[in-house]
């Protein structure tokens, strides 16, 4: 099976650099996926690593370390907008390669 | 190009009755996902479905539940006899092919609560 770790709340303030991390236990791995959830609205896809490194876009960045079984979101200039929930997704051999998500991260930006 | 519509938005109804979900995915999409969600939990996938197949329901209750994504018209997932504990966020998502499955494109979910 599929299990992911993730913390259940993040705070931090505006303009700040927060990292959500995420490990995980698969029997196989493809990728690691993040998404965006405002108040129990649509998730909304941000990034996804199939391979070990650093993907960038705009203020998201996110990394994976397949050795390690860990990525980690990490969100830059923070705005009162990015608050909301995070969830990373596993997407593990076998099966028909559905994601697994983790119960999410409920980041709180203050001003 | 619209993105994936679920409806309706909100159901409400009453123990034993019958809850039809209905998800239209984004055009050129032909792969479908169901997921429900609790307060404070993360998504827990139900139904893979292409058109007209199911492609993976492990993760649907054998009973009272079912899916369906007919050549033409909308997918639509069935709860039967209907309970409390169904109540939740029910999301639809759906991606162009199965090898794009890490992106899935979410709709906005359809509320069902069971009194």
Known sequence: ?111 | NAGVMQNPRHLVRRRGQEARLRCSPMKGHSHVYWYRQLPEEGLKFMVYLQKENIIDESGMPKERFSAEFPKEGPSILRIQQVVRGDSAAYFCASSPSRQGQETQYFGPGTRLLVL
Request: glycine content about 12%.
């Open chain 1, 1 to 111: 099976g599929q299990s992911l770790e993730q913390p259940s709340e993040v705070t931090a303030v505006e303009g700040a650099i927060v990292q959500i991390n995420c490990t995980y236990q698969t029997s196989g791995f493809y990728g690691l996926s993040w998404y965006q959830q405002h108040d129990g609205g649509a998730p909304t896809f941000l990034s996804y690593n199939a391979l070990d490194g650093l993907e960038e876009t705009g203020r998201f960045s996110s990394f994976l370390s397949r050795s390690d079984s860990y990525g980690y979101l990490l969100l830059q200039e923070l705005q009162m907008k990015d608050s909301a929930s995070y969830f990373c997704a596993v997407i593990g051999a076998g099966g028909s390669y559905i994601p697994t998500f983790g119960r999410g991260t409920s980041l709180i930006v203050h001003p």
